[in-house]
């Protein structure tokens, strides 16, 4: 098991509270289209002042960042005295409504780093998987969160579940991109589940990513061209 991947966390009462004034603003631009959830309702949110990433996100990001021995190294040991260090930002920020029945299938994050927080869980795992298409099963999933990853060497990937309760509102799970994740469709329930999502890039300050653009889109064009002349003598 490797529960080394995420960083698993509560808020405090003050976290909550600008999280919920956060998704209680009208007239939110819906994200829906852009995510995988198979659910009612995503909508954009928004981090005033950046409080949430400056109180929060910040110190988390550089937790699990400077785990990696690589970017300790790198940014710590062998920069040079003067040179900034990388900032990280959250470039996407929302809120997800799943009515029963709805789900989240399998999927990853852009972005360097994401997190979940649990808002509003309205079901208790233990009556879920004691629903009748989960007793009986060897795998009772229902209403769960579950982390899905592959190991070096390994055929197999690695699921771990966490079973989820009125008792994780303002849990928050911290994890890389890149590890899959899925969250499981509730029963029997009217209420919303409510969990908030974000993304997380790092910018480098002594990087040009104008330069880097300009120059990637130069590579582009050079290679249309030299498309458009292959056609050309095919003809």
């Known amino acids: 098991m490797q529960r080394d991947l995420w960083i698993d966390i509560r808020l405090n009462k003050e976290h909550i509270d600008f999280l919920n004034e956060a998704i209680s603003k009208e007239n939110k631009k819906s994200l829906s289209e852009h995510l995988a959830g198979n659910i009612s309702k995503s909508e954009i949110i928004e981090d005033k002042d950046n409080w949430f990433l400056k109180s929060v996100v910040k110190e988390l990001s550089e937790r699990l960042f400077y785990r990696d021995w690589d970017n300790f190294s790198k940014y710590h040991i062998e920069v040079e005295v003067g040179v900034p260090l990388p900032e990280f930002k959250m470039n ?63 055929e197999s990937c690695t699921p771990y579940n966490i079973p989820l309760s009125s008792e994780d509102e303002g849990r928050m799970l911290f994890f890389p991109g890149w590890l899959q994740h899925m969250v499981y469709p509730f029963y029997e329930c009217e209420e919303e589940r409510i969990t908030i999502s974000g993304n997380i890039i790092i910018e480098d300050p002594n990087v040009n990513y104008y330069e880097e653009k300009k120059n990637m889109l130069k590579m582009m064009e050079y290679d249309v061209q030299q498309a458009k002349d292959e056609l050309k003598q095919m003809k």
């Open 92 to 154: 996407r920020f929302w809120v997800n409504y799943q009515k029963k029945h709805e789900f989240n299938p399998i999927h990853d994050h852009n972005g360097l780093f994401s997190f979940v927080v649990f808002m509003k869980i309205p079901t208790h795992w233990k009556d879920q998987h004691a629903l009748p298409i989960s007793v009986n099963s060897n795998a009772p999933v229902a209403s769960d969160f579950a982390f899905v990853w592959s190991e070096k060497d390994k």
